[in-house]
Each structure stands twice: as C-alpha cells, then as structure tokens.
C-alpha cells in the first residue's frame, strides 16, 4: 500500500531537502577551498610570481641598482639581431640534442646490459648511478682535466702517446668543435645514469610473455627489440627525453667551468651567456629575456608531448 | 725696538685657540660609538695569509674602538654576484672593498656614500694615491671610495731559459714575440708564451695593458666614446692574434680558465706569462712545503729562476691595467661615521704595512705614506722591487679617461677578448674584428650615455 502524501506536504519537504544537500555541497566546497588554499598560494608564489616577474622584466630595461622601465619587446628585438645571441641560439641546441641523443643511446645499453646482469646486479646499478650523485662542479674539471693538451696532465693525450696511437698531444678544446665535444661528453656522462634506470624500471614493466611469443614465432633478437622493446618504453623514453632536454638546455655548470663559453663563443649558451649579460653586463632585463625565448620552445614541447601521452593512454 | 714679550692678553688668545683646537673633533679619526657593530667585505684572494690579516687589522680597530665588524669575504669569482644581490635586495655592507670598476657602477647606481670630505680630510693622515687610481675612485669630481692597493699584472718569464737561449728577457710585446718564438720548442711541449683571451682578468686585463701601452683607448679623456678603428688598434689585433698563428703558444690556450697560464707556467710548460705576483707566491709556498733536500733543492732552483719583470710596453709606452681596490661606504650603513674611521684604520701606513707584508707581493701599496713606509719590504729582491712599483704603470678600465659605468661594461662584456678570439677560432680578419668590436663598444655608450 502506498500512501500518498498530500501535496501541500511533499513540497516543503523537498525545499527542506534541496536546501540542506546545498548547504552540505556549500560546506564541501568550502572545505575543500580551504584544503586547496595552501597549494594555491605556493604554485601563486613560487611559480605565477617569479614567472610572471621573469617576463614582466623581459619588457623593462631593468639594469641592476636602477629601477626597471618599460620598453616593451626591445630586448626581444635586440637579441633578434644579435650575432652572439644567435651563436648562443645554435650552440644550446647543439649541445643539448648531443648531450641528449647520448644519454637515449647509451641508456638504453645500460638498461639492457643491467636487466640481463645476474650476479652483482645491484652493485653495477650502483656503480652505474655514481655519475649521477657526483657534484657537477667535479664531473665539469674531471672532464677539464681529462681533454687536457699537455701530456702528464691530460688523461687522453697521455694515454695516447703512452701508447704510441699519438706523437703529437691533441688539442681537444683548442676548436670550437672540440670544445663543444668535450662539454657534450661532460654533460652526458652526468646524465645517462638517470636514463638507464629509467628505462630498466620500463624494461620491468613489459610482460615476458610477448618476448616468448615472438621468440616461438622465429624473431631475432633484433626483431624482438624494434617490435617489443623499444614500443614498450616509448612513455618512459617520450618523458625522460623530455625533462632531460628541460634541464640540458638550461645547463650552466658544465659549460661554465669548462669553457666558460669559449673559445670565442663556441660553447656558449643560453645560460651562461643570461649570467654573462645580467651580471657581468648588469643588464637584468636583457639576461632574463635571454632565458626567456627559450620558453615557448619547452611549453610548446611539454604540450604536445603531454596531449599525446593522454590521447594514448585513452 | 720690538718687544718680544708676550702679552697677556695674546697668551690668553693663544690659549682659548689651541684649546679650542684640541676640543674639536680629530677630522682623521670620526667618532665611533661603544657598541657599533660593521658589517665589512673584503676579497678572498689565493694568499689565505693576506685575507687573515685584513680581517685581523679590522679586529684591532674593533677591540680599539669597543665595536664588533663582522668580516665576510667574497672571491674573484663571485664578486659581482654578491654586490649585485645585495644591491638588488638592500643588503649591502656598511663598507666594501671594491675593484677597479665598482666605484663608478655603484655610485651610478646612487649606493655609495659620497666620501670627498672624508679623502681631504684623512689625506694628511695616509697621503695620495697616483693620479690614474684616484681617477678609478671618482665620478665628477666626487669621491666614491678610498684606494688601498692595486693587484698588479706582472711579465713572468723563466730566466733560465732565456740565458740557455741567450735570449735577451723582454721589455717590449714585440719583444716578448720575438722571444717566445726563440725559445719555441713545441716537439718538448715548451711553448714560448702563454697568453689566453678568456674571460678573466688573465685575459681582458692584459688586452687592456695592450692596447693603452699602443695608445688606443675606446674612450677619450673624458670618458666618451672613442672609435677603435685606428692603425694602432690593428697592431694590437695583430699581435694579439699573431701568438696563435705562429704557434709560440700551446694550441688550447684560449680556453684556459684563470689558472691555466698559473699552471703552465709553474709546470714549466711556456717560458713567459702574464699573472699576479701569486706565481711567486704559489713558488715560495712550496718551497716551505718541501719533502726532501732534492725537492728542496728543486724549489729553491725553481724559486730562483722565476722572474716577475714590469708589464711589457708597447709603442706608447708602459700601462698596466690591474685589480685597484679601495673601500666605499654604502648608504645603508646605520653608522657611516664608524665606517669611516675602519677605513682611516685601514688605511694607516701602519696597518696597511702590517697586512702587506703577509701578501707575498700580491699588495702593492698606492697612498703615498704606505709606499713609503714599505719600501724595506719590497727591496727583498728584483721581484719584489717590480712588484712594488705597480701603481706606477697602472692604468684604469677606460684609459685615457675616468673609469665610468660604460667603460666597465666594455670589460665585463667580454668584447674586448671575444674580438682576437673571433679572429683566432672563427677566422675573421683583423678589421673585421675590430669593427665588429667597436660597433658593440658605441652601442654600450650609447645606451648607458658615456
């Protein structure tokens, strides 16, 4: 048996209802601002603000000690027309493409050798990380001293004389070739560690049924590693590839110790070069739009990479 | 007759003068307040010995005084960084040591206590520094800071290889050319010179002392703009690019840091350098250090054979750009009164004397009193004979003109090194280098207005 409510009744119940389910998701809503709040002012105050600062200063021609004027894109348009400026523009991507081709290549070699490794796998994954926890000021006159000229002081000429491979020492960082060569290897070797683990814990993640499969099916093992392998880290690598680009291509140590940015200019770039100017030169506005026309360049980059990795995932 | 009688009455008035006299305040010596507490930075340099005793001499002023000076030191390296952190977030010390630049780019700035009373004043008390490091300290005809001594640039060359060679020790960059292709033995990795255009004072000082013993400068005495493009600037392209053509120099000099010519020199892998008297230092504290008699005998051979000769001159004579550094006030300081006696401290020839003589020559005295009064120490041999006429030769950032905030920019810039060095690695030609080096220079001008 239903009873049947008369109206006059039902409605204020319903009112009374709708009300008190808006004042909970009101209290919710408040609650949950409230626990927000916190992140909301460390991503307003240590990300929105120094951005915003960084590009409100690119529009001023803010020398230290005097205060900023706005000039609007000048600085843009200076570095526009700048030669040291494109030299820098055409290093940094040498440098970082290099330095990270490297690292994909050779992390990958590194996590495969591990993942196949039996008897003291946990001392090779170790030894293979020491690059990564060494101080980069160390790696950076490590390698100085390694490309040194002068035989008794540079590892590589004195090996090679040693040898008798050489009979005259090579000046690894006399050329601009050379110099860039050398602060490559540098920053590589600082950097696959953190590859290789990457794409061991990757290689972890593919099911060794589809190796058994395709081994029951006849591929090589150089068909297993295109087909299975290689597909299987694609979001590892798409992402490693990615923060390690970030960082790369604003690196400073490495060069700075190095070569300072020579010879000449060769190995200069858009980080040194951004010190060069804002402290040397104590042009601010002009050093901080050095890094800045790097920016569009990342976002634009972490955009693409991040709607793919969804539209994948989806 | 004249009576030479004193009257009372001018007794008296003689009296109430010298009393009077006496009352006022000592002008060299400002008052301090019991209690004042100074905040003083000071450059770190490789001779830990002289940076102990600066911070020592200002303790004495402290314990004298009844205030405390809190000493915080900032190197070669991170010099600039610090000042220009601090300028930017208000935290500058009450006194600074200050290099050859600063004081024009402080004052620029509006940082630095204005000091030309406080220099007329302590004059008579620490005497008068040459007329090219005063320059470095002013702006107008203010005074911005107080020099206390110039880090000089000295031609380093190892006089046993030139008596084997009999090659005669240089006092000219021609002549340092011709000697260092003379003593060249690259098939024994000996070179004849080490000179790198990096980005160190190793590098842009050396350029400067180039070009102004040429006679060119970017800028005229009174401190404007100046066009490069003359036939003496192409000599010092030349020479300049001349030492990597002909190979007297080991090939990858140009990406020596600071320490590099430091290095080569001592390991006796070039016969001659530009550097700071710290080559001496780094050859006598390793004398103290040795093992054995052999290792003994070697380092006093070493130490024998090394000679600091005065900077080369060129066509125009001797100029030596080095490191001036002197003391500013800033405006933040709480009490500029009681900077002003540390620095009539330290500047006493007492006091600079007493830190001089832990500098192994890196500290050469420029107020008059101090040279004076140190001229036993620096008759210890040739060396320190060269080393102490170092604010002879100097020559500011910006010669012949005051050293300004543009000028100081040309330096830190790099251009002047960058233009040989695009000739060297990027094959450029000589004028094309200094073209492109004098349009960065006019552009520098033209945006900071001389």
Redesign the interface.
Known sequence: MTLALPQTVGIPVVRARASIWRRARTRESATALLFLLPLFVLVVALIGYPVYRAVWLSLTDK????PERFVGLRNYAYLAQD??FHAVIRNSLVFTVGSVGLKIVTGVLMALVLQNVIRGRNFFRGLFLLPWITSTVIIALTWRWMF????G?GFFNSVLLDAGLLR??I??????EG?MMAVIVANWWRGFPFFGVSFLAGLASIPRELYEAASVDGASAWRRFWHITLPGLKHVMIVTTLLSFILTINDFNIVYVM????????TQIFATYSY?VA????RWGRGVTICLFVVPILVLGIVMISRYLLRDRK | MHDSRISRRSLLAGAAGASALLTLPRPAAPAVKKGTSLKLWILKTYVEPTNKAIEASAQRWAQKNGASVTVEYFTFEDMQTKYVAAIESNSTPDVGQLETSAPARFAGMGQLVDLTTFARQIEGQVGKAPAAVQAVTMVGDKVYSLPWYVMGAFWYAWRDVFEKAKVKLPTTFEEAKRAAAALNRPKDNFYGMGQSWNRTADGYGVMQSLMYSHGVGWAGKDGKYKSLKTPAMQNVMKWATDIYKDGIQPADTLTWTGSGNNENFIAKNIAQTSNGPSITFALENALAKATDAKDRKAKEEALANHVALPHPAGPDGRRMWAIAMSFGIFKTSKDPEAAMSLIAHLLSPEETVAVMKDSYGQFGPVLDKARAASKDYFNKNDNYRTFGRAAEWFAPTGWPGPTTAAAAEVQASNVLTDAPAKVIVDKWSVDQAIEWEDKKIKEIYDTLKG
């Open positions: 020398l230290v000690g005097y030669d040291t040194d000229a002068f035989p002081r005259r020492p000046a690894f960082m006399a050329t601009p110099a070569t300072r940015g020579g010879p000449g200019t060769a060069q402290f040397g030169q104590l």
